[in-house]
C-alpha cells in the first residue's frame, strides 16, 4: 500500500527523525536538497508540498517566476545514513504553484510521464529499467583552470605509474596493469572492503544490490544494481552516486563518473537493461533472434534510429566522447548483437522469458538517470510503434571491421556538440504524450552548449605539446 502522510510522520517521530532532507534533481543530474526541522514538517507539508526558489537552478525558472514547490514523494523516503543525527531522505517531484501540475522541465516529472505515456500506448505497462554504474576511486585530484595555467593531476595507490614510486614503508607492488583490473582478487584489487561497505549501506536503505567487482582500468570498480521500475531505478542511481561518493570520502578516496579521466585505459559506462511488460507477460521474450520477440527488435531499431539525439542525455558531457573511442571497449559502433559487448544494444544471455531484455552499452553515468532512461524508452517505443526493424544481427567482433564494412555501420556521436545538433533535429519521438516539452528541450540544449563553449574556447596542455614550437 502507498504511504500516507500520516504513516510519514508516523516514522518520525518512532525512529526520533531529527532532519527532513528534501531533495531533488536539476537538469545536468546533480541531486540538490533543502533539509527542513522535522518538527515544522506536518500533513499539509506532506501533501501539499513546500516552496522554494527554482531561480536558482541552472535551466529552470528566471527570477520574476521562481517560486515553485517540492512536493515529498511520499513512497520514495530513505534513512540517511551519512547524517550525525537521524535524517530521512525524501525524494521530490518539482509543480507549477500556478497549476498544480508537474513541472515541464523537471527531470523526475519526465520520467513519471515516460512510464504514464507507456500505459496510454497499450503496449505494456511496465518498464524495467537496470543499470550498471562503472566509476573511479583516487588518493588524489587536482586540477586548475586560470587565466595562465591549465593542468590535471589525479593518483591512486592501483594506478601502473606507481610501480617505481618510493613509499614510506615499502612499496608493496601488487597494482593491476593498464586494462588489467577485471579482475584479480586482493591485494592487487585494493578497494575489496571500500566496495563492501558501498553495497552494505546501499542494502541498508532498502536497495536492492547484488554484487560488486573491480573492472577493467586501474582504480575502476562497479557494484551491482539490480533492476527496478524506471522512476524508481533513476531514484535508486542518485542514492547509488550519493554512496558511493560518501563512503569512498569516508575512506580518504575520491570518486568520480567521469566517463574518462585516464587517457590511456578504459572509460566508465553506464550500461543500461531494458525490457517491458504488461502484467506477468514479458514483452521482449519470442522466437526471433536470440529467443526476442518483434516487439523488441523493433525497440532496438528505435533506439538505434534515434541513437545520436539520444546521446544529448545518455553522454551529456564533452568528456563522455573521449570514452566513446575505437579501442577501450567502447560501443561506439550502432549494431546489435547477442552476448557481444562490441555492440552498442546487447543481449544479454538467459535462458527464460522472463530474462529477455536488451542492454543499451553506449550511456554513462554521467547522465541525468530520469532523463536518459525517460529517452530511452520513448526511442524504444517509437521504433515498435513504427516497427522500426535494426537489420541484421551483428555477431562477430566490431572492433575488427574491415574499414569498407566498418563504413556501413552508422555510429554515435563524435562530441557534444554533434549530440545537441542532433537532438536539436530529432525529439519528435520526444514530444508524443507530453512526456517532453519542445521548451523543456531547448533549455537543455541552451544549458549544455555552455559547456560546449567552454570546451571549445579554452587551450589545452596538449595543444601547447602539439602546436606550440610548430
Request: glycine residues 8%.
Amino acid at each position: 500500500m502507498p504511504n500516507t502522510a500520516q504513516d510519514i510522520l508516523n516514522r518520525i517521530e518512532a525512529e526520533e527523525i531529527e532532519w527532513v532532507d528534501l531533495r531533488f534533481t536539476d537538469p545536468k543530474g546533480k541531486w540538490q536538497h533543502l533539509t527542513m526541522v522535522s518538527s515544522v514538517i506536518d500533513e499539509d507539508a506532506l501533501t501539499d508540498g513546500l516552496m522554494f526558489d527554482g531561480s536558482s537552478i541552472a535551466g529552470w525558472k528566471a527570477i520574476n517566476e521562481s517560486d515553485m514547490i517540492l512536493k515529498p514523494d511520499l513512497d520514495a523516503a530513505y534513512l540517511d545514513p551519512f547524517s550525525a543525527t537521524p535524517m530521512l531522505i525524501l525524494f521530490c517531484d518539482v509543480v507549477e504553484p500556478s497549476t498544480g501540475e508537474l513541472y515541464a522541465r523537471d527531470p523526475r516529472s519526465t520520467a513519471k510521464r515516460a512510464e504514464a505515456y507507456l500505459g496510454s500506448t497499450g503496449i505494456g505497462d511496465t518498464v524495467y529499467v537496470g543499470p550498471e554504474a562503472e566509476f573511479f576511486m583516487f588518493d588524489d585530484v587536482r586540477f586548475e583552470n586560470s587565466y595562465s595555467t591549465s593542468y590535471y593531476r589525479i593518483d591512486d595507490i592501483e594506478l601502473p605509474t606507481n610501480t617505481g614510486r618510493e613509499y614510506e614503508g615499502g612499496n608493496l607492488a601488487h597494482r593491476p596493469r593498464a586494462k588489467g583490473g577485471y579482475f584479480p582478487v586482493a591485494p592487487v584489487d585494493s578497494a575489496v572492503d571500500i566496495r563492501g561497505e558501498m553495497v552494505s549501506t546501499m542494502i541498508e536503505m532498502g536497495l536492492p544490490c547484488d554484487k560488486h567487482h573491480h573492472e577493467v582500468a586501474a582504480a575502476q570498480h562497479e557494484l551491482g544494481l539490480t533492476f527496478g521500475t524506471l522512476t524508481q531505478t533513476a531514484d535508486r542511481m542518485q542514492i547509488y552516486k550519493y554512496v558511493v561518493h560518501q563512503v569512498a570520502h569516508a575512506y580518504g578516496k575520491t570518486a568520480t563518473f567521469m566517463p574518462k579521466p585516464i587517457k590511456e585505459d578504459n572509460g566508465s559506462g553506464m550500461h543500461t537493461h531494458f525490457s517491458i511488460w504488461r502484467g506477468k507477460e514479458p514483452l521482449f521474450a519470442g522466437n526471433g533472434y536470440a529467443g526476442l520477440s518483434d516487439t523488441c527488435l523493433y525497440f532496438i531499431g528505435g533506439v538505434i534510429k534515434h541513437a545520436k539525439a539520444l546521446n544529448a542525455f545518455t553522454n551529456p558531457s564533452t568528456n563522455s566522447y573521449k570514452r566513446l573511442v575505437p579501442g577501450y571497449e567502447a560501443p561506439v559502433l550502432l549494431a546489435y548483437s547477442s552476448r557481444n559487448r562490441s555492440a552498442s544494444c546487447r543481449i544479454p544471455y538467459g535462458t527464460g522469458a522472463k530474462s529477455k531484455r536488451v542492454e543499451v552499452r553506449f550511456p554513462d553515468a554521467l547522465a541525468n538517470p530520469y532523463l536518459a532512461y525517460a529517452a530511452l524508452l520513448m526511442a524504444g517505443l517509437d521504433g515498435i510503434q513504427n516497427r522500426i526493424h535494426p537489420g541484421e544481427a551483428m555477431d562477430k567482433n566490431l572492433y575488427d571491421l574491415p574499414p569498407a564494412e566498418l563504413a556501413n555501420v552508422p555510429t554515435v556521436c563524435a562530441s557534444l556538440r554533434e549530440a545537441l545538433e542532433s537532438l536539436a533535429a530529432d525529439h519528435e519521438f520526444l514530444l508524443r504524450g507530453d512526456v517532453f516539452s519542445k521548451d523543456q528541450i531547448e533549455a537543455y540544449i541552451e544549458l549544455k552548449y555552455e559547456e560546449v563553449a567552454r570546451w571549445e574556447m579554452t587551450p589545452s596542455p596538449v595543444e601547447f605539446d602539439m602546436y606550440y614550437s610548430g
